[in-house]
């Protein structure tokens, strides 16, 4: 099935910094790619996701980049604000073909700090 | 809409009881999936519908039954509660019936200690 890795499982940045977030898949089927965003006793929310039919794509202060052919993607967040504080997943989903078709694969998390 | 609703939101259980997590949604979604998630492990796919009546295992099905009478309610039964179900559970939607490329609705979770 897919295997999602995820990079640095910590990240610490102060308010204003970048912050980058990067995942690798496995299952070359993967045509789907979604980031989530986990507050503190809270459900994963969806914070912005990409197809394979697109190399990157942006919202605001998010964006999130996908190379295909080395099978990685990631989050960057510009200007980062205390409220970006959260933990991070990254997510894949096989197409038709693929072992693990419909199923949401997520990477280990990061944890990221933004300090005031 | 309230989205995905999820009850309780934290159960204590001693090894060997038994427990139905319940989920529901009201976004007449046909997908609906449990996950469970662990420290450094992120979110694993328990098991997973993709319409009434019909359900599937994920990748850590072992221990867990679910059933789909309806197109709003997915409960996940634990037979038999083990220490290792110890995890916080998490139930999601989403409108695509296999999952697929689109937006999964996360509810707010079950907190499952077994001792």
């Known amino acids: 099935g897919e295997n999602v890795e995820q990079h640095p499982s910590t990240l610490s940045v102060q308010e204003g910094d970048s912050a980058v977030i990067k995942c690798t898949y496995s299952?070359?089927?993967?045509?789907?790619f979604p980031w989530y965003k986990q507050e503190l006793g809270k459900g994963p929310q969806l914070i912005i996701d990409?197809?394979?039919?697109?190399g990157e794509k942006k919202d605001q202060r998010i964006a999130v980049t996908l190379n295909k052919t080395a099978k990685h993607f990631s989050l960057h967040i510009t200007e980062t604000q205390p409220e970006d504080s959260a933990v991070y997943f990254c997510?894949?989903?096989?197409?038709?073909?693929?072992?693990?078709?419909?199923?949401?694969?997520f990477g280990q998390g990061t944890i990221l700090t933004v300090h005031p | 809409n309230a989205g995905v609703t999820q009850t309780p939101k934290f159960q204590v259980l001693k090894t060997g009881q038994s427990m139905t997590l319940q989920c529901a949604q009201d976004?007449?979604?046909?997908?609906m999936s449990w996950y469970r998630q662990d420290p450094g492990m992120g979110l694993r796919l328990i098991h997973y519908?993709?319409?009434?009546?019909?359900?599937d295992q994920g990748e850590v099905p072992n221990g867990y039954n679910v059933s789909r009478s309806t197109t709003e309610d997915f409960p996940l039964r634990l037979l038999s509660a083990a220490p290792s179900q110890t995890s916080v559970y998490f139930c999601?939607?989403?409108?695509?019936?296999?999952?697929?490329?689109?937006?999964?609705?996360f509810g707010p979770g079950t907190r499952l200690l077994v001792l």
């Open positions: 999601a939607s989403s409108r695509h019936p296999t999952g697929g490329m689109e937006t999964q609705y």
């Open positions: 299952d070359s089927a993967s045509n789907y």
């Open positions: 990409i197809r394979s039919n697109v």
């Open positions: 997510a894949a989903i096989p197409g038709a073909g693929g072992t693990s078709y419909g199923k949401l694969t």
């Open positions: 976004m007449n979604h046909e997908y």
């Open positions: 519908s993709v319409g009434a009546g019909i359900t």
